[in-house]
């Protein structure tokens, strides 16, 4: 039996998911990466430019400081220095910190024992076509369910699936007097919820995958005990965010940063509408 672990993130603000108008249009997205437990070992143990991917993922891709690996810090540094819009990744120019996003993009889009999925839709279509809509964390929860139940159909007989999604990134409404960098999370127990129900909601119309699949979503670290050796979490959340951001990159209209999908190396990456998923 062969135990994959899917670690994911967000991308976009759901925060805006309960006060959205009818038509509002801003994109949003849920990012797994998905490897069996020793190819993420293999994976965080390799080199990486001067250093170990582990290392390069535990550290801000702007100051190099030591701290989780997050894109969304750069994008003020990239506006400043006139560095949005379209990249080619092969050339990055003289920018060191453009520089060190362009490859820790390809590193991950052409890693081939690591699989980037992603799925997308405008606000307005997913209050449209998920339930609990005015709920930020059960819609999150939804929509990664969704894409989960995407992966069942490609596992081996037997193997288990365990899905760790990523807490809530963008600030939420804080009550009068919050300190405003004070991180006030959404109902993690709640999105964690609705994710293992939608995605076996989803597993029932197959009866075939029924009694070859074994389903766990939980926190990262509640995980550990499954596993031989540590995994450390900081590094893995690093990765899920930059698949987050490599989706947005490539399917947002107006994100800071855009990358045409077709530059990227086939086979390891797989962005889907929120529509292909419900059709799938």
């Not at 809530?168 to 964690?192: F, L, N, T, V």
């Not at 005990?225 to 698949?243: E, Q």
Request: proline share 8%; aromatic share 8%.
């Amino acid at each position: 039996m062969t135990i994959w672990l899917a670690v994911g993130d967000e991308a976009g603000s759901w925060d805006h998911v309960g006060n959205a108008t009818p038509d509002d249009r801003r994109h949003l997205g849920v990012a797994l990466v998905l490897a069996p437990i020793p190819a993420w070992k293999t994976a965080l143990r390799a080199p990486f430019a001067d250093t170990t991917t582990e290392q390069h993922m535990q550290c801000c891709p702007l100051t190099g400081t030591k701290q989780t690996h997050h894109v969304q810090k750069t994008l003020d540094y990239l506006k400043n220095h006139h560095l949005q819009g379209r990249w080619n990744l092969h050339e990055p120019g003289p920018d060191p910190v453009k520089s060190s996003l362009c490859q820790s993009f390809h590193w991950l889009a052409s890693h081939p024992q690591l699989i980037s999925l992603g799925a997308h839709a405008p606000l307005d279509q997913i209050r449209r076509h998920l339930h609990h809509a005015d709920d930020p964390a059960r819609v999150l929860g939804q929509f990664y369910g969704l894409l989960a139940a995407s992966i069942f159909p490609f596992l081996p007989p037997g193997d288990r699936l365990q899905i760790a999604p990523g807490l809530r990134s963008e600030p939420s409404a804080r009550p009068g007097g919050a300190d405003p960098d004070q991180r006030i999370h959404g109902d993690s127990w709640g999105m964690i919820s609705a994710l293992k129900q939608t995605a076996l909601e989803r597993l029932h119309r197959r009866p075939e995958l029924q009694t070859n699949t074994r389903l766990n979503v939980g926190v990262l670290k509640y995980f550990s005990s499954d596993w031989r050796a540590f995994l450390p979490f900081d590094a893995l959340n690093g990765i899920a965010d930059l698949a987050a951001s490599l989706l947005s990159a490539t399917q947002f209209p107006g994100y800071a940063i855009s990358i045409p999908e077709d530059s990227l190396p086939r086979g390891n990456v797989c962005f889907s509408s929120l529509t292909e998923l419900l059709e799938s």
